[in-house]
T-cell receptor, first 113, second 114 residues
Framework: SQTIHQWPATLVQPVGSPLSLECTVEGTSNPNLYWYRQAAGRGLQLLFYSVGIGQISSEVPQNLSASRPQDRQFILSSKKLLLSDSGFYLC????????????FGNGTRLTVT | KNQVEQSPQSLIILEGKNCTLQ??????????LRWYKQDTGRGPVSLTIMTFSENTKSNGRYTATLDADTKQSSLHITASQLSDSASYIC?????????????FGKGTHLIIQP
């Protein structure tokens, strides 16, 4: 069966520090991968998605970036965190088939102080 | 602009009771409508996916309905249990769009009291 792993679960970082969140998927090949941010009282916001190795699409201009160095690995990064980067970050995958569900990881709670 | 509005924002019911959550959307044309359950501090989990041609879909005690004419969907929970306490998120996918085109509602926060 397919599983998605996301870490760390929680992270407290000072303003201006770098960020690296990692997500890996097991049990499937060539998944579509996604990074979302969920702010309190708001719907999920798509940040990046990838349909293959090295292929990254950005949905929202920001100081975050994403990379997909391997087929089932998706990384969210920042060189210098802002206070506004605080939030709940979710990684997800899908097969890319129409009407197929999104499968989410358990998220990373990031607090920038 | 595509929008998904959910109501109520929060709801408290007693264990064993039924409840219905509402979702109104403006996405048109659309491909499918999804309901997700999100426990506190966890990622959302898919409950149902309905295409534009489906009117109802069940998953255990969860039953989702869809009226594409009025652009409304509801999620009915029967005989609620304490484990049903969570946020329920309505998500709409536009026709021709993949998962990158999903529009998420803000969710309904449901609390089941013993």
């Amino acid at each position: 069966s397919q599983t998605i792993h996301q870490w760390p679960a929680t992270l407290v970082q000072p303003v201006g520090s770098p960020l690296s969140l990692e997500c890996t998927v097991e049990g499937t090949s060539n998944p579509n991968l996604y990074w979302y941010r969920q702010a309190a009282g708001r719907g999920l916001q798509l940040l990046f998605y990838s349909v293959g190795i090295g292929q990254i699409s950005s949905e929202v201009p920001q100081n975050l970036s994403a990379s997909r160095p391997q087929d089932r690995q998706f990384i969210l990064s920042s060189k210098k965190l802002l206070l506004s980067d605080s939030g709940f970050y979710l990684c997800a995958w899908s097969t890319g088939v129409v009407n197929s569900p999104l499968h989410f990881g358990n998220g990373t709670r990031l607090t920038v102080t | 602009k595509n929008q998904v509005e959910q109501s109520p924002q929060s709801l408290i019911i007693l264990e064993g009771k039924n409840c219905t959550l509402q979702c109104n959307y403006t996405v048109s044309p659309f491909s499918n409508l999804r309901w997700y359950k999100q426990d506190t501090g966890r990622g959302p989990v898919s409950l149902t996916i309905m295409t534009f041609s489906e009117n109802t879909k069940s998953n255990g005690r969860y039953t989702a309905t869809l009226d594409a004419d009025t652009k409304q969907s509801s999620l009915h929970i029967t005989a609620s249990q304490l484990s049903d306490s969570a946020s329920y998120i309505c998500v709409v996918c536009p026709r021709g769009g993949g998962a990158d085109g999903l529009t998420f509602g803000k969710g309904t926060h449901l609390i089941i009291q013993p």
